[in-house]
């Protein structure tokens, strides 16, 4: 099983940026980023293919970019403007489609420990 270690989670304030890593242990055709906040349930924020094609949910559409280093089976999550409202815990997520992250949560392989990132206002 891949094992994932995330990194880059901290506070900013609204407005700013931040950078969040994951480094997998091996191959995954999928990887992506979800979030969970108190008192919501757990989302989907982004995917992206071994091919780099990368879906976003409308609400970080803009603002958050999705990339990755297959050399290095990394993938990262640049997250600029950020909002209180992005506060949340990150999960890096990797499987086998990338409607893990919306419709086809059975895809999903391996989840990560998460890393915090809070924005405030």
């Known amino acids: 099983q891949v094992e994932l270690t995330e990194s880059g989670g901290g506070s900013v304030q609204a407005g700013g940026s931040l950078r969040l890593s994951c480094k997998a242990s091996g191959y995954s055709y999928c990887m992506a980023w979800f979030r969970e906040s108190p008192g919501k349930e757990r989302e989907g924020v982004a995917t992206?293919?071994?091919?780099?094609?990368?879906t976003y949910a409308d609400s970080v559409k803009g603002r958050f970019t999705i990339s990755r280093d297959n050399t290095k089976n990394t993938v990262f999550l640049q997250m600029n403007s950020l909002k209180p409202e992005d506060t949340a815990l990150y999960y890096c997520?990797?499987?086998?489609?990338?409607?893990?992250?919306?419709?086809?949560?059975?895809?999903?392989?391996?989840w990560g420990q998460g890393t915090q990132v809070t924005v405030s206002s």
């Open positions: 992206i293919d071994s091919d780099g094609r990368a």
């Open positions: 997520v990797v499987g086998s489609a990338a409607g893990m992250a919306w419709e086809a949560p059975q895809a999903i392989d391996t």
